[in-house]
């Protein structure tokens, strides 16, 4: 603290000029006191004006006085310098590029303390000085040192705006107000100020409560946010005990019928087994019987063979009827089958339930909006696998290349009848359901439709209700060679763009955005919209003449 008085001191005991402590102190008629050497140095460049000046209160004196050196002050200076090393003012006192100088300093400029509003000017300490010491200077307005006072001043006129004009919204001096803005809505500076100083609390207290209620929200996400944690932890936890029973009930029905098989197994190697040893039994009956006929067929005597050739040639009758083709038997051939139809049922329950489980985000009311692609290679980061449902294919349709392609054919298909399979028009739904953001695309020959459908479309007649886009479950695209056109709850909107033998779909569903793309060297957007999807959605497509063919593109 003791320093920081001495450095205080000293710095009240510099000259302005040359911002050192003072040598050989003068004192000038206005009261000021400089170096001897300094002050004789700048009246020496003011001679040529006939008129000297005090550089800090700017009083002139005529003729050039003559400096009388000031003992008092000469002896403060002296005992000021025995109370330590004589030093400059610290680096931090100077102005730098960041700071407001002081606009009297001469040389090296401190930093400015203060900024007076009525000279629009800045002073360090000691030039502010006069401003509390001379009667005149102390009514003037003092505001924290700031690099912005020539905003102050009108450019036109170049005084100082001590006005506002509502009518133009802007602040103008006093020449202005009678000049090109007469007549306008005046008042003073001040007054605008205050009226707009209250606005600005009430400004301040609605981002206060907004501020609040934003970090209430926070909060409230936070909490939201550990909850889907606990939540999605006991989903996981929920999922592995139920997966572990069924697979414990699928384990313990496949030993069932292992076990089933094993006893059948038995029984028929058992009945197999007493069938063998009752033919082994026949046979050596059989075998004796002909060794008795074939010694009877070489006796001589005529008599014994006669005697004896009927009780020897007699067979039993067998009571077993025995088949040929034992070998063609078929005895569990069936299992394999009857397993996976089991199988293909409980694929089909699984593909059908699994949809029902809410995996899709919730609304909270609060969204990022996410940046839309702008290149095919953006696209592509979204691409996804796309098959299609063998249960949904009209039966005039052609599934082939893994259920990526479709055609549609003169012949009808046997397909096995199902709930999900349209009936009447030549439809077909993806196996995968579509949520988030999601690309594909397909590629196609003459008439077809590419399109999006929510599981729960009708599937029976040929009604709109049934149809891509004649109805609010569905969006479609329908592509010719000649045309586009885009239909949605029975609403047609005609389509222009480039022809292409391939359709790109982006759907971003909780944004609610579905486009359609052109795609050939370039990509080419041919419609978008804007709505809200309420459930998962399914790629589709639909077609109008035979051998029309689409399928989905593999992307890389």
Known sequence: MAQQDTQLNRVKFCCSICLDLLRDPVTLPCGHNYCMSCIKTHWDEEDEKKIHSCPQCRQTFTPRPVPVKNNMLAELVEDLKNTGPQAAPADHCYAGPEDVACDFCTGRQLKALKSCLVCLASYCESHLQPHYDVAPLKK????????????????????????????????????CSVDEHRGHDIVAAAAERAERQTELGVCRQKILQRIQDREKVVKGLN???????????????????ILAELIQLIATKGAEVKQQIRIKQEAEVSRVKELQEKLEQEI????????????????????????????????????????????SVQYFEDVP???????????????????????????TGVSVPQPE????????????????????????LVLSDGNRKATLVSKQQSYSP?????????????????????YWEVERREGVCVALAYKNISREGDSNESKFGNNDKSWALYCTKHSYNFWHDNMRTPVSGPRSSRVGAYLDHSAGILSFYSISDTMTLLHSVQTTFTQPLYAGLCFYFVEDTAAFCKLE
Not at 232 to 240: G, I, M, P, V
Not at 380 to 392: A, F, G
Request: hydrophobic share 30%; charged share 30%.
């Open 140 to 175: 003037h307005r003092l505001v924290d040192a700031s690099k912005k006072l020539q905003e102050s001043i009108c450019s036109r006129h170049d005084e100082v705006m001590k006005m506002f004009c509502r009518t133009d919204q802007q602040c103008i001096c006093f020449l």
């Open 223 to 241: 909490r939201e946010m550990e909850a889907i944690s606990r939540s999605a932890d006991k989903a996981l936890e929920d999922r592995k005990k």
């Open 284 to 327: 050596t009956e059989l075998k004796r019987t002909d060794a008795e006929l074939e010694q009877l067929s070489h006796t001589e005597d005529h008599n014994h063979f006669l005697q004896n050739y009927p009780s020897v040639s007699r067979l039993s009758e067998s009571t077993d009827s025995f088949s040929t083709n034992i070998h």
């Open 337 to 363: 089958v009857a397993v996976s139809e089991v199988r293909e049922k409980l694929q089909n329950i699984l593909s059908e339930l699994w949809t029902n489980v809410p995996l899709t985000a919730t609304e």
């Open 373 to 396: 692609p702008r290149s095919r290679a953006e696209f592509l980061q979204y691409s996804c696998e796309i098959t299609l449902d063998p249960n949904t294919a009209q039966p005039y």
């Open 418 to 438: 199902h709930p999900d399979r349209f009936t009447s028009w030549r439809q077909v739904l993806s196996r995968e359901s579509l949520t988030g953001r999601c």
